[in-house]
């Protein structure tokens, strides 16, 4: 699937999505997007303009709607494939302008009215498998996308609720969404989330980034989804899973070997 003249997802070669959890300013989004591209090459910039789905009322949220498009048109007109989430049927035609690729989150997944929007923009489209739904069932999400004649579709998988502010990913899950005939990504971040585990915010543990990013590599994706972040410990959504900046370059070094020695014994 063509994102760019420079960038494909499911062409056989492993894709990076990173980028932070939320836009925290017009300065810090392109300088994570200079420092990741420095380090990965072509890659798919991903920002929130909003967190519609933060755990407290008073956490931060981002800068909204239209400035949060400005400046990821800003990422974009940079040079830089850029995703970004929509929460409402409305700002799929908004930010459809703006991005290069619209992304349903977890808990919208079986919206139907935002994936037929999202899907009539055109542009590519990525649901987030919800913590909730089985790999098999997520195939009737995408085929609401699909109905709108729109085939440009990426499936993803980020853990399943396994008891209280706990998830799981069970491998099995990538085969079955890549049986689907759509490209899968792997989201080992918010894979090791701890959801609501701090109280007024998810927790997380990032130590298990690396291990479940190989696993999956290994079992079969077409792209890792990776939020980075400078200094998680000051990252204004998500720290507590974010993996720091400083060791992207050495763990996507390590994920291309893999997905060729996977791909070499296919």
């Known amino acids: 699937m063509q994102i760019t003249s420079q960038l494909e997802i499911g062409s056989g070669a ?9 836009i925290e300013s017009e300065e810090h989004v392109h300088f994570l997007a200079r420092e990741i591209a420095g380090m990965v090459g072509p890659f798919v910039f991903k920002a929130s303009f909003d967190k519609a789905n933060r755990s407290s009322a008073g956490a931060y949220r981002g800068p909204g709607l239209r400035e949060g498009l400005r400046i990821l048109k800003s990422v974009r007109d940079a040079g830089f494939a850029v995703l970004t989430d929509i929460h409402e049927p409305a700002q799929a035609g908004p930010a459809a302008e703006a991005v ?17 929007e999202a899907g009539r923009t055109g542009r ?11 790999p098999h069932d997520i195939r009737l999400a995408a085929d609401k996308v699909a109905s709108t004649g729109n085939h440009r579709i990426l499936l993803t998988e980020r853990g399943t609720s396994f008891g209280y ?8 899950g990538l085969a079955i ?26 927790g997380g543990q990032p130590e298990f980034i ?8 290994a079992t079969g994706v077409d792209a890792v989804f990776i939020e980075v972040h400078e200094a998680p410990e000051r990252a204004l959504s998500d720290g507590a899973n974010a993996l720091r900046l400083d060791r992207l370059a050495a763990l996507w070094r ?8 996977a791909n070499d014994h296919a």
């Open 14 to 22: 492993l894709a990076l999505i990173a980028g932070p959890c939320v």
């Open 100 to 116: 290069d690729i619209l992304q349903i989150p977890a808990f919208l997944c079986r919206q139907t009215d935002l994936l037929l």
């Open 124 to 134: 590519v489209v990525n649901i987030k498998k919800g913590q909730f739904v089985a």
């Open 165 to 172: 502010n706990n998830l799981v990913v069970d491998m099995r």
């Open 177 to 202: 969404m890549r049986g689907f005939g759509w490209p899968v990504v792997f989201d080992a971040t918010h894979s090791v989330q701890l959801p609501g585990a701090a109280g007024t915010a998810s």
């Open 210 to 217: 690396e291990p479940l990013s190989r696993a999956a590599v």
């Open 254 to 261: 390590k994920l291309k070997r893999l997905d060729q020695a």
